[in-house]
């Protein structure tokens, strides 16, 4: 049989991941605690979360490697402990450690992986040829995987995913050990791969997935504990932030008077020449304080040549979902 199923994305109705429940144990340890999300077809989700997070266990969950302690996991329609075989052809999953057989040629062994996953030999050779071209190894084809640089050794494994045109690419942390200039080039590789395939990535560098993903899924301790667009994520934070003003005046009528404030959760004042000071101002919730500050600072008569805010971003959001940082209490 040439082709590893006759549905397509475009033909199933529904998500393409649903995970319910999804519980995991190691001894006792809770590696992945009540986990619930779905994907839909053509999205590209970001799991996001700190080394050991439980990222790596609920991949391997999903692609049938490993089942879970409880709870439901349906792929493309498919129970993954149930009916494993049928979710495993469904799926192209590059590891962390991506496991590549240095001592064969680039395009050998595509065909040879093109083969273990079902494909007949005549299938296999011009699957072959599609995914080099997709991935942009078709000069390197004759070459040793050994011989390869780390970011080729990459191209390799994501084609070996691909090569059996796949419903769903699972990749774990794909750009790990990778410089600058091969991330790039493959995060826009990723992007191509967007429209035609649905794509789950895990990673824990914030930046990869935000620019990557339409979707972040953000775990820490084996939980999701915030979910969203990127945009979206960026709405629900956009009006918090703290404010940054540099305020001529006697130092405590200056810190009475801004704790006077509402809204303000904490001042902190440094001083600076001619009498200013730098004031930083954390506010209880998403108010901004711009303009009581403007007011208080023309009704007590003191010089302000300064006023402005740092807004939080998806990185503060990570930090803060992550880290428990006490900073950001009340934020959110």
């Not at 972040?216 to 934070?237: C, F, K, T, Y």
Request: hydrophobic share 40%.
């Amino acid at each position: 049989m040439d082709t590893p199923s006759t549905r397509t994305p475009s033909a199933d109705a529904g998500p393409i991941i649903e995970v319910a429940h999804l519980h995991r144990r190691y001894g006792r340890h809770l590696a992945v605690a009540d986990v619930s999300f779905t994907v839909e077809r053509g999205e590209i989700v970001g799991l996001l979360g700190p080394n050991g997070a439980g990222k790596s266990t609920i991949l391997r969950i999903l692609s049938a490697y490993m089942p879970g302690t409880s709870g439901t996991v349906k792929v493309a329609g498919y129970d993954v402990t149930r009916e494993a075989h049928a979710v495993r052809r469904r799926i192209g999953y590059m590891p962390e450690n991506n496991p590549l057989h240095t001592d064969l040629r680039v395009r050998e062994y595509l065909k040879f992986r093109g083969r273990l996953k079902g494909l007949g030999i005549r299938r296999s050779r011009s699957r072959a040829d599609v995914v080099l071209e997709q991935c942009g190894l078709t000069h390197v084809s004759r070459q040793m995987i050994g011989t390869l640089s780390k970011g080729y050794r990459q191209r390799v494994g994501l084609a070996d995913a691909l090569i059996h045109e796949p419903e769903l690419i699972i990749l774990d942390e794909p750009t790990i050990g990778l410089d600058p200039h091969q991330i790039r080039a493959f995060r826009n590789l990723l992007r191509t791969l967007g429209g035609d395939h649905t794509i789950l990535l895990s990673s824990h560098i914030l930046h990869e997935v935000e620019m990557t993903s339409t979707r972040v899924l953000i775990i820490n301790e084996g939980r999701i504990v915030v979910s969203g667009a990127p945009a979206d994520l960026r709405q629900r934070i956009a009006g918090a932030g703290e404010v940054l003003a540099e305020i001529q005046a006697e130092g405590t009528a200056l810190e009475a008077g801004l704790r006077e404030l509402a809204g303000l959760r904490e001042c902190v004042l440094s001083p600076m020449e001619e009498d200013y000071w730098h004031c930083r101002l954390m506010p209880r919730s998403t108010e901004d304080l711009r303009p009581a500050v403007h007011e208080l600072a023309a009704r007590q008569g003191w010089r302000l040549r300064e006023l402005g805010l740092r807004r939080l971003t998806l990185e503060d959001v990570f930090v803060h979902m992550t880290s428990g940082d006490e900073e950001m209490e009340g934020w959110e």
